[in-house]
């Protein structure tokens, strides 16, 4: 708790842009090297000084000490179009609970996070085929199969020990990435169409594994004029390992094909890899096996929802995830938390939660 007061008192400085000398004074220490160890961690937050920051800042004592919270734990990648910003950060703030939920009950119930957090070898400079390459890695050594796509979020959360999510976010936001000192999380639309859930489930994968090395904006528009390069490297990535060549080998030659016969065959292959077409048709544009006037010749229009009239309707995959909803369930059962308030901070009435176990093949707690 000393480390989260700690922290949540320094993004709140940060958030009104205070020096910390400027902060030290109105707590009235006697010199900064006392708030800096507060801020880290290092030193207990006593209660009158607890009092002192609910003064300063103008929040709830529960800001500081309600561990169902993230504020200041967390960094945030948002990959959305043309979301206002008051309106994301309302949105962080929501998300940011009920993965403090996850953390929090995971805790209690005896849930470990990862002991090692794994990390890719690229860099800023690295190219734009190291990234590829590193894609087709990342699948075959994790053996994703002839689908990639179809088995990535099971391997990202067993494998890897990632948190992914599948959220009914605000509109325009179709993922995010998030880290936190102990815990990696992706956010996933599980209203897009299947193609787009998974190219942006793998994008994100990047960004979980080289944020140290490449840390991701806050705010990432996803289909921007110009994309910076570390986006562009994560496109690679994302686009190489769920179509990698050894998979494409299986669909035989492209150069032959014109016109009608070239973009069925990228409709039919995208729908059995479950990928959208236009990310077929620049993947294998960029490894050569679409020539420059194949690829000219192919119409936006001819590929839009992978050659349908309109998009297919689908059932969208569960909402959260089953081991998320395992430690609900378990905390639950436990008395860890009251079903009220997890249906409070999950945004989920409590009369849905019966289906909501059931569509993870998760037994329902007692209370229910």
Partial sequence: MTTTIGARIRALREQRKLSQETLTEQFGFKDRQTLSAIEIGERKVAADELLRAVEIFGVPIDYFTDPFRLAGEGRFSWRQTGVDGDRLRGYEEAAGRFIAAFRTLGHQVGHQPPLIRPMLSLTRHSSFDDASTVGERFAIEFGLGDVPARRLAEIMAERLGILVLMVDPIEGVSGAACQLPELDVVLINRNEVAGRRHFDLAHELFHI??????????????????????????????SALLMPSAVLDRFGDWTHLTEKALVDRLNRVAGELLVTSQALRWRLFGMGRLSRIQNDAITDDSLRNNGQSRPVKQEPPPLFSKGFVQIVATALNEGKT?????????????????????????EAPYEL
């Fill in 209 to 238: 594994l080289t944020w140290e090395k490449m840390p991701p904006e806050h705010i990432e528009e996803a289909r921007p004029i110009r994309r910076n390069r570390v986006e562009q490297l994560a496109d690679n990535f994302a």
């Fill in 338 to 362: 009251s079903m009220r308030r997890i249906a409070s901070i999950l945004g989920v009435p409590i009369d849905d939660f019966g289906e909501l176990f059931a569509a993870h093949g998760v």
